[in-house]
């Protein structure tokens, strides 16, 4: 008999080591007993796209506000008709979503205001998006200001003579909350136009759905996609600077950059080598601003603070260039390619579908580039500075004896944090001979969730829970996150003990055209892209847009989560990778070293021997 439904979240066993796992979070992000009738009833689905491993306590942020933030434009700003936003919840560390629709009495209503709104954004687009550009940046420049230090032993005696009246520990205060307040506020601008992107994509997408019944997917987006994007700006800089220094002759310095310092001085010694460095330091900002993760998380590693980062892939590029091949997108191919499509299709309607089929286009292809070009202004820019400024104060409490290791502020909620800094400014402040009640109480909690954490690891997330709706109709679940019925079917086949399998066989979403063979490299954490070698199948529960770099040598792409317009999407079209993503299984399934065919345009993986497993 088939399953026809996902565990319910009480059915999943705690890994060993994680019991009380729950005090890691919020009371309102984790499923309630006196709820439990309620959440049953709700489909849940993972979003490992966009949060594949366990939350740290402070990390929770990151989906708190983005969450929060897509929901409230859905709901409040634009009345998108039939969407409202996406409930939320951690279970076991992992971050799972529930799309809240509108009721159908209620749609007609919502029908006018969306389409009020909608005229405004899409009428006044270059305005408007120039408006955004200064508001995230004006942002980001106030976070850049902040700085968290101890407040000094003594109020200095020029604040006694101009009647300042405040010992200076206000300012950790105001620091912290300002640091907050000003990350939401660029999650909120965040979405302020990427749902108007899906808006207008999605709009083309029906119409041609509608005027060419068997169009693929994969056309569609062909016809909107950009070329020159702000989000491949960050690897386009490494590419021009390894141009820059082969034409220069310093190959020769790249030769250990794992060594950023010993790097830096057989730069500097070599002929032309300052020059070169100051190429790298006009690139830096604000391109180097960049994360081999998501942002989401504290131990992300952003390049500006890691020079090995930028600088190893630049030798790569160095030496692809040495070997005679192109390192750059195939651009003009891209456009040559999405020029001959439109055409194709459009020389098949009449000339009022050719008007409409236009006018949607156009207006598809103007707000198109924003769904990624956010990205690097919000998910890497700013949660860069953000996490760096975090560093900067948990390093304070350090100081201080609060936790053991520099970085253990991460352990703490972010309201636990705000208590903190209260007990070190008040410990500080009267002067009390044992100083603040914190080092005596965060080490031993820390060391617990600490461990709770890892325990969490050990055991990887269900795709989804309870029991599925008929259909899933609701568009963004289905675009960007590729949970469609098929899929769900496809998981739920899968975990049926009485439906045969065959294991050599995936299926996911045809992402990006083409076709490979090649070797697994099973990759499931940013850390592990330095074993990736030319040639091999890229396998990873999601890509980020910043593992542009090694987009250039490997031969296909396979995730687990992901739709046709998630970003491992995209920027496998982008470069001219087959792609398939939303799998749901691909990491579990396939091993490092086993041959595999994935074939981009059809959706399937195959995997064809056993290969090594090693990894």
């Known amino acids: 008999m088939s399953m026809k439904s996902f565990p319910k979240p009480s059915d999943l066993k705690v890994p060993e080591g994680a019991e009380g796992w729950e005090e890691l979070y919020p009371y309102y992000l984790v499923f309630q007993d006196n709820l439990k009738e309620q ?14 491993t366990v939350f740290k306590p402070f990390e929770t942020i990151g989906g708190e506000f983005a969450v929060k933030c897509l929901g409230q434009y859905n709901a409040r700003h634009l009345m998108i008709p039939n969407a409202n936003g996406i409930e939320f919840r951690i279970h076991l560390g992992y971050l799972y979503m529930s799309p809240i629709p509108v009721p159908e009495a209620e749609m007609a209503e919502r029908v006018p205001h969306f389409q009020e709104r909608l005229a405004h954004y899409y009428q006044n687009w270059p305005e408007l998006l120039d408006q955004w550009h200064a508001k995230v940046r004006g942002t980001i420049s106030e976070m850049e200001a902040i700085h968290f230090e ?45 749902n108007l992107g899906y808006i207008a994509y999605l709009d083309f997408f029906n119409f041609c759905k509608q005027v060419f019944p068997s169009i693929p997917d994969q056309s569609i987006a062909s016809m909107v996609q950009g070329v020159d994007m702000e989000l491949f700006r960050p690897d386009d800089e490494l590419k021009k600077l390894a141009d820059l220094a082969v034409r220069l002759g310093l190959q020769n310095c790249f030769a250990d950059t794992n060594d950023v310092e010993g790097t830096i001085a057989k730069l500097k010694a070599a002929p032309h080598g300052r020059a070169w460095l100051q190429a790298m330091d006009n690139s830096r900002e604000p391109w ?41 997108r195939p651009v003009a191919e891209l456009i040559e390619e999405r020029d001959r499509i439109v055409q194709e299709y459009r020389d098949l309607l009449d000339d009022e579908d050719q008007a409409t089929f236009d006018q949607k286009r156009n207006l598809a292809a103007m707000a198109y580039p924003y769904v990624e070009n956010h990205n690097f202004y919000i998910e890497h820019w700013t949660m860069g500075v953000f996490w760096r400024k975090v560093r900067e104060l948990s390093r304070v409490f350090h100081a201080e004896g609060f936790w053991p290791e520099e970085d253990d502020l991460l352990y703490l909620s972010r309201n636990e944090v705000r208590d903190a800094i209260f007990d070190l400014v008040t410990g500080w402040g009267i002067g009390a001979p044992g100083g603040p009640i914190g080092p005596s109480y965060w080490p031993e909690v820390v060391e617990r969730r600490r461990k709770l954490v890892a325990a ?9 829970l309870n029991t599925p709706p008929a259909s899933i109709t609701e568009p963004f679940t289905r675009m960007l996150w590729g949970i469609t019925t098929e899929q769900v079917e496809q998981w739920l086949a899968e975990a049926d003990p009485d439906v045969e399998h065959d294991a050599t066989q995936l299926k996911g979403m045809a992402a990006s055209p083409g076709q490979a063979e090649g070797r697994a490299r099973v990759v499931t954490d ?48 982008e470069y001219g990778l087959p792609a398939v993503t939303g799998t749901g299984t691909a990491t579990t399934k396939i091993r490092t070293g086993q041959l595999l065919r994935v074939d981009g345009a059809k959706g399937t993986v195959e995997i064809l021997d056993e290969g090594s497993g090693n990894g």
């Open 150 to 194: 101890k407040p000094p032993a003594m109020v200095p005696m020029r604040h006694i003579n101009d009647g300042v009246g405040k010992d200076g520990s206000e300012k950790l205060i105001e620091n912290y909350d300002k640091l907050i307040n000003l990350t939401y506020q660029n999650w909120q601008y965040h979405f302020e136009f990427l």
């Open 526 to 573: 940013s850390d592990q892209l330095s074993e990736v070698q030319p040639g091999e199948i890229l396998v990873a529960p999601i890509t980020a847009p910043s593992w542009g770099p090694i987009f250039g040598t490997i031969a296909a792409t396979v995730t687990d989560i992901g739709g046709m317009m998630s970003h491992a999407a995209i920027v496998c079209r």
């Open 39 to 52: 959440e049953d009833e709700k489909f849940w689905f993972c979003d490992s796209q966009h949060w594949p």
């Open 456 to 464: 969490l690891k050990t055991a990887r997330p269900q795709p989804a």
């Open 288 to 328: 180097f601003n960049f994360t081999i993760g998501n942002g989401f998380y504290g131990h992300d590693r952003y390049w500006n603070e890691h020079l090995e980062l930028p600088l190893g892939f630049i030798k790569d590029y160095i030496r692809r260039l040495e070997d005679g091949q192109d390192i750059m």
